[in-house]
């Protein structure tokens, strides 16, 4: 059984319930790269721009692109969370990103 067949499982059986777990599961699959567990858990309930924010930070200092995209298209993200996100973006060289992430 592959992680996102077992993520489904738990969701369809109310296991990840409440904002708060779903919230540290997406930042748990940003901060190992796992896309499809990312968008699985994002079309089963929505989250707070904190736990999109703190998963756009741990997307492993940005260099999952796709996941960041996901992220910031899933929603507004607190301004701590995109401001940290867009240094570590520029730092970085993910000048693409930087552009997405640039506070308001």
Same mark, same amino acid.
């Given at each position: ?5 077992i993520? $489904?499982?738990?969701?369809s059986?109310?296991? =990840?319930?409440?904002a708060q777990d ?10 190992e ?6 968008k699985?858990? =994002? ?10 924010? $703190?998963?756009?930070?741990h997307?492993?200092? =940005?260099?999952?692109?796709q996941?960041v995209?996901? =992220? ?5 993200i607190?301004d ?9 973006a ?8 930087? $552009? ?5």
């Amino acid at each position: 059984m592959s992680y996102l067949e077992i993520i $489904q499982v738990l969701l369809s059986s109310g296991a =990840l319930i409440s904002a708060q777990d779903r919230g540290l599961a997406v930042i748990e699959a940003a901060r190992e790269g796992f896309v499809d567990i990312v968008k699985e858990l =994002l079309a089963n309930g929505a989250l707070s721009a904190n736990h999109r924010g $703190q998963a756009i930070c741990h997307a492993d200092g =940005l260099q999952y692109e796709q996941i960041v995209k996901i =992220l910031v298209e899933n929603g507004t993200i607190a301004d701590e969370h995109r401001n940290r996100a867009h240094a570590i973006a520029t730092e970085n060289g993910y000048l693409d990103l930087a $552009q997405l992430l640039k506070p308001a």
